[in-house]
């Protein structure tokens, strides 16, 4: 291996090792790696804006800035309200209804924005339940990741992915959409099996908890009626528009003529518009909204997208991508390479250096095989273990480390082991149905 190659690789894996080690902010760390490798000239300057990927960081600031707008209205507090309210005091449909309104929630907003808002009053519902919480934050912990699986927006691996192979907010609705609803059908009926002790109550508890939740009064919830007016237009808006970005010039032709019938608005462009739309329309002070975007996080990308662009300058990526392809000699036996092995590397880091990583190597794959191995698949083989892989631990994904951050300071401790022994079936069974399907799609 060359010099240049070694220090990439080494870089990289110290990043890495930073990254999980979580001593030093994974942005710091991710940012001080890029630091090295362009200062080092092994990314040079000029090809420093070619491997950051815009479509992603702008896609993320442009939900980031309407969840924060939207947040201020209290509009996810009126849904978990009424959530509670549909359950009728029965343990077991909270656990139903808050699991489908936690992956219906991150299928359009991410993941970690979903626990954040829902997880809080998931805490006071099973309070008010008398029953215990930890079913219930296990079981919105894996609809979330499920959830973020089924779109294009739901989670960032999924983000960067259609940046990457060019995929459409409805080939992922299409495509994971199926296999998400599947999915969270096997997880709520597992918890149901397991937790099954922990979800009745008896007749007499049930009718006093009914009372109290139908206390709670979702109207009140609502701190500003007309920014959650707006906030649910324009959420409907942006929701309409990334089914159709990619169809946006040839709907307007007929109304505009001077519209180009060939115009596709890309998913951050959609965001973007969406965000821009709210702040005006609402009025609320931008430097407060602007405040509460996840810079940390979006740095974090900045500096991971370089990384690996210096493992794609050195050639690593594609030594790798030439090294798995002496491993699989058909399209069926990559997809299911890569499915399996993103899914139980998710298990153990964060899926979004895994998944910044084997982009490139995908890539190289379809260039290496001059067509022999057809790399559509793969892209959604990815998607799926690199989502279904955040169930396995504790750390696996942000929404887990938020949701068990939450509750420890309400003095409820969920263990490592405790999580893993849920999580990893959850994984495994999540993973190979999933595997299933895309099998049944595109091999057979």
Not at 127 to 137: A, D, E, N, Q, S
Not at 163 to 176: C, H, K, R
Not at 245 to 252: F, K, M, V
Not at 321 to 336: D, E, F, K, N, Y
Request: aromatic residues 8%; contains cysteine; glycine residues 8%.
């Amino acid at each position: 291996m060359m010099t240049t190659e070694l220090i990439a690789v080494l870089v990289f894996l110290v990043t890495y090792a930073l990254i999980i080690d979580e001593r030093i902010h994974r942005a710091v760390a991710a940012m001080a790696g890029a630091a090295i490798v362009v200062f080092l000239g092994i990314v040079p300057w000029d090809s420093l804006l070619h491997h950051i990927d815009f479509g992603t960081i702008f896609l993320l600031m442009g939900m980031m800035i309407i969840v924060n707008t939207a947040r201020n209205s209290g509009l996810f507090e009126y849904i978990a309200i009424r959530t509670a309210k549909c359950a009728g005091g029965n343990p077991l449909a909270v656990l139903v209804l808050f699991s489908l309104v936690t992956a219906v929630t991150s299928a359009i907003l991410d993941n970690v924005t979903t626990v954040l808002l829902l997880t809080p009053m998931l805490l006071y519902i099973t309070k008010v339940m008398k029953v215990p919480p930890v079913p219930f934050l296990l079981a919105e912990i894996m609809a979330s990741n499920v959830g973020g699986m089924a779109t294009l927006i739901g989670d960032p691996p999924n983000v960067m992915i259609a940046s990457a192979a060019g995929l459409t907010f409805n080939e992922f609705l299409i495509t994971m959409g199926p296999i998400a609803l599947v999915d969270l059908i096997i997880v709520i009926a597992m918890f149901i099996l397991i937790y099954r002790g922990d979800l009745h109550v008896k007749k007499d508890d049930r009718d006093e908890i009914l009372r109290t939740v139908n206390g709670l009064d979702e109207q009140a919830a609502i701190r500003d009626r007309s920014l959650f007016k707006k906030s649910v237009i324009t959420i409907l808006l942006v929701v309409t528009l990334f089914f159709v970005h990619d169809q946006i010039g040839a709907i307007l032709h007929p109304i505009l003529p001077f519209v180009d019938p060939a115009l596709e608005l890309t998913p951050a462009a959609v965001a973007l518009i969406g965000a821009s739309l709210l702040l005006i329309w609402s009025r609320e002070e931008p430097e407060a909204i602007l405040e509460k975007i996840e810079w940390p996080a979006l740095f974090f990308f900045g500096g991971l997208f370089v990384l690996v662009g210096a493992l794609v300058e050195t050639g690593v990526i594609a030594g790798i991508a030439s090294g798995m392809i002496g491993s699989v000699h058909t399209t069926g036996s990559a997809m299911l390479l890569i499915a399996w092995f993103s899914a139980l590397a998710s298990a153990i880091v964060d899926n979004i250096p895994l998944t910044a990583a084997l982009i490139p190597l995908i890539q190289d794959i379809g260039l290496s095989t001059a067509g022999d191995i057809d790399i559509y698949p793969i892209w959604w083989a990815l998607s799926l273990g690199a989502c279904l892989g955040g169930n396995g631990t504790a750390i696996a994904a942000s929404a887990n480390v938020v949701v068990l951050g939450i509750a420890e300071r309400e003095g409820i401790s969920i263990r490592f082991i405790d999580f893993l022994k849920v999580g990893l079936v959850t994984l495994l069974v999540t993973v190979a149905v999933g595997v299933g399907m895309l099998w049944m799609m595109f091999m057979m």
